[in-house]
């Protein structure tokens, strides 16, 4: 592992490794960090990781010496690095300004200066978009859509399916211990019409926990499909013939249409017997309680990463970090695909794995959703997903 500063890299591994890290996913394995000289750290694992080099991505490097003479509050408030841009303000709340990092070893073709600004509401947003107040513009309104296509300043820059988004279901808790009840879950809901009517479109459906275009998707697998007359079958099985009650932890707004989503949904839940209590949160609460597995149900998401282990390990299906679900079977496919290196052999493990996740459905899997971003005409973006990290996604500019 090359690099200028090893301790730095030392430092951030035993930072990700300690018990109270939200990165301690990542270095479970890993058992010893030791600097040897100026360029390099050997990472000693209990065991083969396989995607070790995917681990790398999610763990960036912090500055040791910075971390510790300002403290970890003071660092989360202006935190320093070596990417394209460095911190110039940040106003919480109202606008981070960042300006292009000259010591920047990569391509520096890049704006002079970015500023990023939270706007709450989507039609301030689009109105901040088509007068050139802002240049790039998250999470458009799908209604503004169509109308957008046509506009002369500002066009869609879409990317279909990326973000997956998932609804846990605490399977250490009743009535969601039992899988009959969470299979009847998914068979009670039609994905069709929340894709087709609450999103009008901008979305694909997905009836197990993999976008099919990722590696590790097995297509033998059938997922669910809309078949109240069995949700019920198995909701009487399981000893629920006259229906459940249910709360289900949500967020307003910080997907595409979550709230109307969840409201059809629940609707969709009701007409097999479950009743549904919708309980919106704050997202920090909401994401902590999730942390926790203080839920019943609950939301997150999932963009495309290069490993199917960063997918599952961010999920937190993974017993040791894990504090709704529980799977001998799905901790040892787990294990077996970090320690298999071959890369043929590893994708059956990940494709048997993605039938039992499929079989033991500890989520509801209903949706993908599209990101619609908006750009000014004049501005060369795309977006372009390659990480997704704690319910967010991340884009980077790439070239044609």
Same mark, same amino acid.
């Given at each position: 592992?090359?690099?200028?500063?090893?301790?730095?890299?030392?430092?951030?591994f035993?930072?990700a490794?300690?018990?109270?890290?939200v990165?301690r996913n990542?270095t479970?394995?890993?058992?010893?960090?030791?600097?040897?000289d100026?360029?390099?750290?050997?990472?000693?694992?209990?065991?083969?990781?396989?995607?070790?080099?995917?681990?790398?991505?999610?763990?960036?490097?912090?500055?040791?010496?910075? @971390?510790?003479?300002?403290?970890?509050d003071?660092?989360?408030?202006a935190?320093?690095?070596?990417?394209?841009?460095?911190?110039?303000?940040?106003?919480r709340?109202?606008?981070?300004?960042?300006?292009?990092?000259d010591?920047?070893?990569?391509?520096?073709?890049?704006p002079? $200066?970015? *500023?990023?600004?939270?706007?709450?509401?989507?039609?301030?947003?689009?109105a901040?978009?088509?007068?050139?107040r802002?240049?790039?513009?998250?999470?458009?309104?799908?209604?503004?859509?169509?109308?957008?296509?046509?506009?002369?300043?500002?066009k869609?820059?879409?990317?279909?399916? *990326?973000?997956?988004?998932?609804?846990?279901?605490?399977?250490?808790?009743?009535?969601?211990?039992?899988?009959?009840?969470?299979?009847?879950?998914? @068979?009670?809901?039609?994905?069709?019409?929340?894709?087709?009517?609450?999103?009008?479109? $901008?979305?694909?459906? $997905?009836?197990?926990?993999?976008?099919?275009?990722?590696?590790?998707?097995?297509p033998?697998?059938q997922?669910?499909? @809309?078949n109240?007359e069995?949700?019920?079958?198995?909701?009487?099985?399981a000893?629920?013939?006259n229906?459940?009650?249910m709360?289900?932890?949500?967020?307003r707004g910080?997907?595409?249409?979550?709230?109307? *989503?969840?409201?059809a949904?629940a609707?969709?839940?009701?007409?097999?017997?479950? =009743?549904?209590?919708?309980?919106f949160?704050? =997202?920090?609460?909401?994401?902590?309680?999730?942390?926790d597995?203080?839920?019943?149900?609950?939301?997150?998401?999932w963009?495309?990463?290069? &490993?199917?282990?960063?997918?599952?390990?961010?999920? =937190?299906?993974?017993?040791?970090?894990?504090?709704?679900? $529980?799977?001998?079977?799905?901790?040892?496919?787990?294990?077996?695909? =970090?320690?298999?290196?071959?890369t043929?052999?590893?994708?059956k493990?990940y494709?048997?794995?993605? &039938?039992?996740?499929v079989?033991?459905?500890?989520?509801?899997? *209903?949706?993908?959703?599209d990101?619609?971003?908006?750009?000014?005409?004049?501005?060369?973006?795309?977006?372009?997903?390659?990480?997704?990290?704690?319910?967010?996604?991340?884009?980077?500019?790439?070239?044609?």
């Amino acid at each position: 592992m090359m690099g200028r500063y090893p301790q730095d890299v030392k430092f951030t591994f035993d930072a990700a490794a300690d018990a109270k890290s939200v990165r301690r996913n990542y270095t479970i394995n890993i058992v010893k960090t030791e600097v040897i000289d100026k360029y390099t750290v050997i990472v000693t694992s209990d065991k083969p990781i396989a995607n070790m080099v995917s681990i790398l991505s999610a763990l960036f490097i912090l500055p040791k010496a910075t @971390y510790e003479r300002v403290g970890e509050d003071a660092f989360g408030k202006a935190p320093v690095g070596t990417g394209r841009y460095k911190l110039i303000q940040w106003e919480r709340g109202q606008r981070i300004v960042m300006e292009s990092n000259d010591a920047f070893w990569g391509n520096k073709d890049q704006p002079k $200066r970015l *500023i990023v600004r939270p706007i709450a509401e989507p039609t301030t947003r689009l109105a901040e978009l088509r007068t050139g107040r802002a240049q790039v513009v998250k999470g458009l309104p799908v209604e503004a859509i169509p109308e957008l296509e046509k506009d002369p300043v500002a066009k869609i820059a879409p990317a279909k399916g *990326i973000r997956q988004i998932y609804y846990p279901l605490n399977t250490l808790r009743k009535p969601f211990n039992d899988v009959r009840v969470r299979r009847a879950l998914n @068979y009670a809901v039609d994905r069709e019409a929340i894709v087709k009517y609450v999103l009008d479109g $901008r979305g694909e459906i $997905r009836t197990g926990p993999m976008n099919p275009r990722a590696w590790g998707f097995d297509p033998k697998t059938q997922g669910y499909s @809309y078949n109240p007359e069995m949700a019920k079958k198995l909701l009487a099985e399981a000893g629920y013939p006259n229906g459940l009650e249910m709360t289900w932890n949500m967020t307003r707004g910080t997907y595409l249409k979550d709230a109307e *989503i969840a409201e059809a949904v629940a609707n969709q839940l009701g007409k097999v017997g479950v =009743r549904v209590k919708l309980n919106f949160l704050e =997202r920090g609460t909401l994401f902590q309680k999730y942390y926790d597995g203080d839920f019943d149900a609950s939301i997150t998401a999932w963009s495309l990463t290069a &490993d199917p282990d960063n997918l599952y390990t961010g999920l =937190r299906i993974y017993s040791p970090a894990s504090k709704w679900y $529980r799977n001998p079977e799905v901790d040892k496919l787990l294990e077996k695909g =970090r320690e298999t290196v071959d890369t043929a052999q590893r994708l059956k493990v990940y494709q048997q794995l993605y &039938d039992v996740l499929v079989q033991d459905a500890p989520w509801l899997m *209903i949706h993908a959703q599209d990101e619609n971003y908006g750009v000014n005409r004049k501005v060369d973006w795309k977006p372009y997903p390659f990480l997704g990290i704690g319910g967010n996604t991340y884009f980077t500019p790439m070239p044609e």
